[in-house]
């Protein structure tokens, strides 16, 4: 009886913390899947001229692939990335936030993952807000370069 009173609380929990209409502008359910190369990351052909993919929370980096929602989709994005020079990156996730409702997800929701990036003479780390539940075109962010 417990177990079904704190299943209860964290439902009502999250419900509360989830809008019924998602904030997210650039969700595409009609975008090409993604496709894995033989390196192991997705391919991307498309540079990103909008400053807000990826940086913005409302506009963040679409990956979801063949209903897995794990952290490899993250790093088959971000390890296809480099710096601005073509610098090597290193990412580290920071957090999940900003739950929106989704269709994919058992829980009704789904939440952004915050990752930040570093490079060799950056004078100041890059957040990006990677999103493993919905679809979208597959671009490399604003400043950033492919491997």
Same mark, same amino acid.
């Given at each position: 009886m417990r177990k079904i009173a704190i299943l209860f609380i964290v439902s009502l929990l999250i419900s509360a913390c989830v809008s019924t209409r998602s904030t997210l502008k650039n969700v595409d359910d009609s975008a090409p899947d993604l496709i894995v190369n033989h390196n192991n990351t997705f391919e991307i052909k498309l540079f990103s001229t909008d400053k807000k993919y990826g940086y913005d *929370? &409302?506009?963040p980096i679409n990956i979801f692939y063949q209903n897995s929602k794990s952290d490899s989709n993250q790093g088959r994005f971000l390890d296809a990335l480099a710096g601005p020079k073509g610098e090597k990156i290193t990412y580290t996730k920071l957090e999940s936030c900003c739950p929106f409702p989704t269709k994919r997800s &058992?829980?009704?929701a789904g939440f952004l993952?915050?990752?930040? $990036? *570093?490079w060799e003479g950056q004078k100041k780390?890059?957040? $990006?807000? $990677?999103?493993?539940?919905e679809k979208g075109i597959l671009m490399v962010p604003f400043g950033l370069r492919l491997k």
């Open positions: *929370k &409302d506009y &058992d829980m009704g993952d915050v990752y930040e $990036l *570093k780390p890059v957040l $990006l807000y $990677l999103n493993i539940y």
